[in-house]
């Protein structure tokens, strides 16, 4: 095979894996998880589940993987928005970041979903994690540097912010806290930037 013959199957491989991936998602954030099979997901993309079994030996639970690292790419990619200045306040900044993560969280939920609740075959919090899932913790810890008052730990400080920030956008998507999305982000700027 020809390095151009190669490289165009490389290309159409992956060019079919991505479209798995976009089929996996749209139809988890249509349906739910629940919805998201293999023989549905070769329906939706026109090939048959041994081409996804293919691209995703271990099946479902690696789709997932793959469809919870683009969404923390975008996480990341959310949580590291220039809109904050040089001059803006502790307080400006940890609202941001708050307001974005809580945002990307209602505004995806399935992929949130995958991210943080159903089993992905890639680690947290290892030496083997994949940079675009370290991307997103970094952000937190980048948003930490900033402040006026950097914390002792700002590593454990982020986990604790984005634990915090976890369990905000879990309870709201469960309906478990009141309608008043402001108040609650108010008391947790005033928590993390006194």
Same mark, same amino acid.
């Given at each position: 095979?020809? *390095?151009? %013959? +190669?490289?165009? $199957? &490389? ?12 089929? =996996? ?12 099979t293999t023989r549905r997901l070769a329906d939706a993309i026109e090939y048959s589940q041994p081409v996804l079994y293919g691209h995703f030996p271990q099946g479902r639970t690696e789709i997932v993987t793959a469809v919870a690292l683009a969404g923390f790419e975008e996480l990341a990619a959310a949580l590291s928005s220039p809109s904050i200045g040089?001059?803006? *306040?502790? %307080? +400006?900044?940890? $609202? &941001? ?12 939920? =399935? ?69 008043? $999305? ?13």
């Open positions: 095979m020809t *390095t151009s %013959a +190669a490289a165009r $199957r &490389a290309r159409q491989i992956e060019e079919r894996r991505e479209r798995i991936v976009v089929a =996996a998602r749209a139809l988890a954030e249509e349906q739910g998880w629940e919805a998201v040089a001059g803006a *306040t502790d %307080a +400006a900044r940890v $609202r &941001a970041l708050l307001t974005a993560y809580l945002d990307f969280a209602t505004q995806n939920p =399935a992929t949130y979903d995958a991210m943080f609740l159903l089993p992905l075959v890639v680690p947290f919090a290892e030496a083997d994690t994949p940079v675009v899932m370290k991307a997103a913790f970094d952000a937190i810890v980048g948003t930490l540097l900033r402040l006026r008052r950097v914390p002792d730990e700002p590593e454990a400080t982020a986990e604790v912010l984005w634990g915090a920030m976890h369990g905000l956008a879990s309870l709201h998507r469960a309906g478990r806290l009141s309608a008043d $999305r402001d108040q609650r982000v108010d008391a947790f700027v005033r928590v993390f930037a006194p």
